[in-house]
């Protein structure tokens, strides 16, 4: 029992041997009042100091699960491991509908999982061999160093406030105007969305979108209960014919658009159709909830202003940021811009979901961007990205066969083949020559776009990605020939 | 417009250059095609190198916001600034009934406000002194060096590994049986509740728990539309035969239990207690959600097994951690630990929320954990904080005129005063008296509860928490003489 304890070397030792006799207590394969082992046997037995035995015993000791008789020993305490009979719930059958559906869409588990082997276009997470991890370690020491025991103590829910200020003046610079409004610091873009349709939608009323549009935001509207009325796109964004249509039709209360390197299609939409859009909407009353995914990810093109900045010094619109689209993912910080009365409203929901964002984090990545680091980060991210994009846009033109091929920026490109064409056979044939990407009709809201696919090559080498579009489009011809 | 730059030197001077000029351009200031000053000219007017102005304008160029034509000099882009005619919404209006009562419950804007100069004893905040910042900066650079790039990457929604097999081992040693169980990683406990609430009842269903309870879990249970059922608490925990009654009167799909160092009444159940009080629950088919609320800072008594513990093989207990109440709040970091099939849901639930938890916060914690600092900090902060619990017990038992006073562990202690006191009122008049506490009415379920007060002392010094109960005392011994 007691020989079996094996003492690595990855934690303190005394640590380990109290471990391990405390599971043999609370198992009950230790008896109450059981005198258990001198120090001096037990070293002997594990080969180790007697000390490390003694700290072990002193830390159940402390503990309450074991007492010390003077010199008698150490004994197990009176420990009640008695148990109820036990009792098996079927959960599956007691989960609310709200667990059920947010089980059924998850992608991560109904999705396409390729295989290590394959050449996958499935994911648009960054390539972490571009992180500047030197830079990072600095901001950390650098903040723990100033303020470390407040930034580990609980914070505010509006966020930490010098990342607030950086991003307000962020925001600025981006044309935003900062009269009236205020900011919120959330756990990416998925809170920050979550906490937008929570406070402002109520289960039944409509959303206005982009079809096809980001999936996870597809996702967490359903999850809402909301309606969805999705805006055709065309190659400059929205239909405004239809979005005038859907907004006069409906009693939509909010309208979901991503104008910049749209996801799917990466589509960026034109100035002239961003003041249209916002003036279609305001004529129905439809306030806007701003995606600006990828924005930093422009490859070429002027500048153009995100729609919060074309609203002027209205408060209609509603921004939601994020550098963890591209920066550090695995920090969980995004951020919403909106009225302050707003934001107001959204940081008591913010503090009852999770108090607030880790403030480690936000306290990192305020140094890391205070220090100009981003701007050297995104430079680099570019160059890498923007090769990437024009190889996989030039392989696709040249070998998939295709209606449409769009993308502008970001870190994929969205591909319309031939109407008669379904993307998951093309995709279930691909796999099986060792190559997978995203079947396209998981973007839309009506059930359509089943000839379209998304590849994303932020992680695919340039060789894989010849090879792996080559192969898509072989297939597709394949196909075409013997139908 | 230029000489207005003014340049500090916690940033990198051309990015503060850039940042100013590109809010000049966004802000309609400068027009489209304007000339602007020579690099020459610019260095000359702030004093700085005439690099960093050329490395400003580079920046402005790559991002599209000027051009620079050959030796001609360097021109503001064709940028569209018009914007839409403002449009501003009146937002209370328009947020949801969910948004209204979160910030009708957010005590944080409704609750007792301290000021800076009084003493208060309304936080359970830890004390930060204690934290232990060296092992902290140790635990980050280790896992830095070993897969900074994969922390700083997107995770997993159930958590980063190595912390989740660490937390299976440590809720083992606690008596837990892992047959079966699975564990979920969450934004601290407020998360965990959430998305377990999410995960198991509909608006409408009723909801068991303590009475009084943790305030933060009550607002919680209220958003989530929760009939609340409060159990009377007794001296060893809840009063048996209202939780039978309770049990059998509703169709209760779940029981919220604070099993040790409730919160907020200090109170630890007896292990026979426990036994019974699940033996109840078993027969009315209610499972049982445990929160682990400071459980590790028992500073006298023997160790009692968790609920979870107590349920045997059994699946029915799901237990909701964190280490956040007394390691480092700003890192947001809890866990659930129950049937592996449940948390499956919940896993989805934790996705569609805010896909992961931190990759970094988790990967720190878990370096500190493993490498036994832990024990170490529970050491140093149970000495101190046990000190002034017990310095807080002795003085509110001498000085306060009370029916009853509460509290085995903890961070707090919870006074029941006469009858026919108000705490509201005392807390008045002892404001004026630059005192603060927290009114125990806010921990009730059913309005009653006027006569109690919490005074948590964790970041009281030993000398205000003298000082603080001997006003309260004083103060409530005046009401008393003037009745």
């Given at each position: 029992?007691?020989?079996?304890?094996?003492?690595?070397?990855?934690?303190?030792?005394?640590?380990?041997?109290?471990?391990?006799?405390?599971?043999?207590?609370?198992?009950?394969?230790?008896?109450?009042?059981?005198?258990?082992?001198?120090?001096?046997?037990?070293?002997?037995?594990?080969?180790?100091?007697?000390?490390?035995?003694?700290?072990?015993?002193?830390?159940?000791?402390?503990?309450?699960?074991?007492?010390?008789?003077?010199?008698?020993?150490?004994?197990?305490?009176?420990?009640?491991?008695?148990?109820?009979?036990?009792?098996?719930?079927?959960?599956?059958?007691?989960?609310?509908?709200?667990?059920?559906?947010?089980?059924?869409?998850?992608?991560?588990?109904?999705?396409?999982?390729?295989?290590?082997?394959?050449?996958?276009f499935?994911?648009?997470?960054?390539?972490?061999?571009?992180?500047?991890?030197?830079?990072?370690?600095?901001?950390?020491?650098?903040?723990?160093?100033?303020?470390?025991?407040?930034?580990?103590?609980?914070?505010?829910?509006?966020?930490?406030?010098?990342?607030?200020?950086?991003?307000?003046?962020?925001?600025?610079?981006?044309?935003?105007?900062?009269?009236?409004?205020?900011?919120?610091?959330?756990?990416?873009?998925?809170?920050?969305?979550?906490?937008?349709?929570?406070?402002?939608?109520?289960?039944?009323?409509?959303?206005?979108?982009?079809?096809?549009?980001?999936?996870?935001?597809?996702?967490?509207?359903?999850?809402?209960?909301?309606?969805?009325?999705?805006?055709?796109?065309?190659?400059?964004?929205?239909?405004?014919?239809?979005?005038?249509?859907?907004?006069?039709?409906?009693?939509?209360?909010?309208?979901?658009?991503?104008?910049?390197?749209?996801?799917?299609?990466?589509?960026?939409?034109?100035?002239?159709?961003?003041?249209?859009?916002?003036?279609?909407?305001?004529?129905?009353?439809?306030?806007?909830?701003?995606?600006?995914?990828?924005?930093?990810?422009?490859?070429?093109?002027?500048?153009?202003?995100?729609?919060?900045?074309?609203?002027?010094?209205?408060?209609?619109?509603?921004?939601?940021?994020?550098?963890?689209?591209?920066?550090?993912?695995?920090?969980?910080?995004?951020?919403?811009?909106?009225?302050?009365?707003?934001?107001?409203?959204?940081?008591?929901?913010?503090?009852?979901?999770?108090?607030?964002?880790?403030?480690?984090?936000?306290?990192?990545?305020?140094?890391?961007?205070?220090?100009?680091?981003?701007?050297?980060?995104?430079?680099?991210?570019?160059?890498?990205?923007?090769?990437k994009f024009n190889l996989a846009l030039d392989c696709s033109?040249?070998?998939?066969?295709?209606?449409?091929?769009?993308g502008?920026?970001?870190?994929h490109i969205?591909?319309?083949?031939?109407?008669?064409?379904?993307?998951?056979?093309?995709?279930?044939?691909?796999?099986?020559?060792?190559?997978?990407?995203?079947?396209?009709?998981?973007?839309?809201?009506?059930?359509?776009?089943?000839?379209?696919?998304?590849l994303g090559f932020?992680?695919v080498?340039?060789?894989?990605i010849v090879?792996?579009i080559?192969?898509?489009?072989?297939?597709?011809?394949?196909?075409?020939?013997?139908?």
């Amino acid at each position: 029992m007691f020989a079996g304890i094996c003492i690595g070397k990855d934690r303190p030792a005394y640590l380990q041997i109290s471990d391990h006799i405390k599971k043999l207590i609370s198992s009950g394969a230790l008896q109450s009042n059981q005198k258990l082992p001198s120090s001096r046997e037990l070293c002997k037995l594990l080969n180790i100091c007697r000390n490390t035995v003694i700290a072990a015993y002193e830390k159940l000791a402390e503990e309450g699960l074991v007492y010390i008789l003077g010199n008698k020993g150490v004994f197990v305490a009176d420990i009640h491991t008695a148990g109820m009979e036990s009792w098996n719930i079927e959960w599956a059958k007691r989960v609310s509908n709200q667990a059920q559906m947010a089980e059924r869409l998850d992608l991560m588990k109904h999705g396409i999982t390729a295989e290590k082997e394959m050449i996958s276009f499935t994911s648009i997470m960054p390539d972490e061999s571009l992180f500047d991890m030197e830079n990072v370690k600095k901001a950390f020491l650098y903040r723990m160093q100033l303020e470390g025991e407040k930034i580990l103590n609980y914070g505010y829910a509006k966020g930490y406030r010098p990342l607030s200020q950086y991003l307000l003046r962020y925001m600025e610079s981006k044309g935003a105007s900062l009269d009236g409004k205020d900011i919120l610091i959330t756990n990416g873009f998925t809170e920050g969305f979550d906490i937008t349709l929570s406070a402002l939608t109520e289960r039944g009323s409509t959303i206005v979108c982009e079809n096809p549009t980001h999936n996870t935001a597809i996702k967490i509207m359903k999850l809402h209960g909301l309606k969805i009325a999705g805006v055709r796109m065309e190659a400059d964004g929205l239909d405004l014919n239809e979005l005038e249509k859907l907004s006069a039709g409906s009693d939509a209360c909010l309208a979901y658009l991503v104008p910049s390197y749209h996801n799917p299609t990466g589509i960026v939409m034109s100035p002239e159709k961003r003041i249209k859009a916002l003036e279609i909407l305001k004529r129905y009353g439809i306030p806007v909830v701003e995606d600006g995914f990828n924005e930093e990810l422009r490859y070429a093109a002027s500048h153009i202003s995100p729609l919060i900045a074309c609203s002027g010094r209205g408060n209609s619109v509603i921004y939601i940021g994020s550098f963890s689209k591209i920066l550090f993912p695995g920090m969980r910080v995004g951020w919403i811009l909106a009225d302050e009365s707003l934001i107001g409203f959204m940081e008591s929901v913010k503090r009852s979901r999770s108090i607030h964002t880790s403030t480690l984090d936000q306290a990192i990545l305020y140094q890391y961007l205070q220090d100009g680091n981003f701007e050297k980060y995104i430079k680099r991210a570019r160059k890498t990205y923007s090769e990437k994009f024009n190889l996989a846009l030039d392989c696709s033109r040249t070998f998939i066969p295709h209606r449409k091929i769009s993308g502008e920026g970001g870190l994929h490109i969205f591909i319309e083949l031939e109407k008669h064409l379904n993307a998951r056979n093309v995709l279930r044939e691909c796999m099986n020559r060792k190559v997978a990407f995203t079947p396209g009709d998981i973007f839309f809201t009506d059930n359509t776009g089943k000839n379209t696919l998304r590849l994303g090559f932020s992680r695919v080498s340039s060789e894989d990605i010849v090879k792996g579009i080559k192969i898509i489009g072989s297939v597709i011809r394949a196909m075409e020939v013997s139908q």
